[in-house]
């Protein structure tokens, strides 16, 4: 994974409107980042391989970055990325991580479900 180009990972988004995708959605703010001096209780939202059909997509903010979503009933936003990539299997995968370089949110985009 590299840092995130606004204009590269917008283009993404743009090629994958009006299809059929499977969406992995994840963010904590523990399982990752439990090591840490805090050592709060984590906060964790993990989604995988929910089917969507985005009608719209855009990515917006100076960075850390905020991806949304529009879907027929509503909207997918995941806010704090920092990274991405397009893999061998043509997934989008965008990422945010902490300081450290812990895991703190991910929203990956594919055609085909994500391996288990």
């Known amino acids: 994974m590299g840092p995130i180009d606004p204009q590269t990972v917008q283009v993404e988004l743009e090629r994958r409107v009006g299809r059929d995708l499977f969406m992995h959605l994840e963010t904590t703010t523990g399982s990752y980042t439990l090591l840490g001096p805090e050592k709060r209780p ?10 969507i059909h985005p009608e719209r997509g855009s990515i917006t903010g100076p960075g850390p970055y905020r991806v949304g979503l ?46 288990e």
């Open 42 to 51: 984590p906060v964790i939202a993990f989604v995988r391989n929910a089917p």
């Open 70 to 115: 529009k879907l027929p009933g509503g909207w997918v936003y995941a806010e704090g990325l920092t990274d991405f990539e397009v893999s061998v299997r043509d997934e989008l995968l965008l990422a945010g991580h902490d300081a450290e370089g812990n895991l703190t949110i991910a929203l990956q985009l594919s055609t085909q479900p994500f391996r």
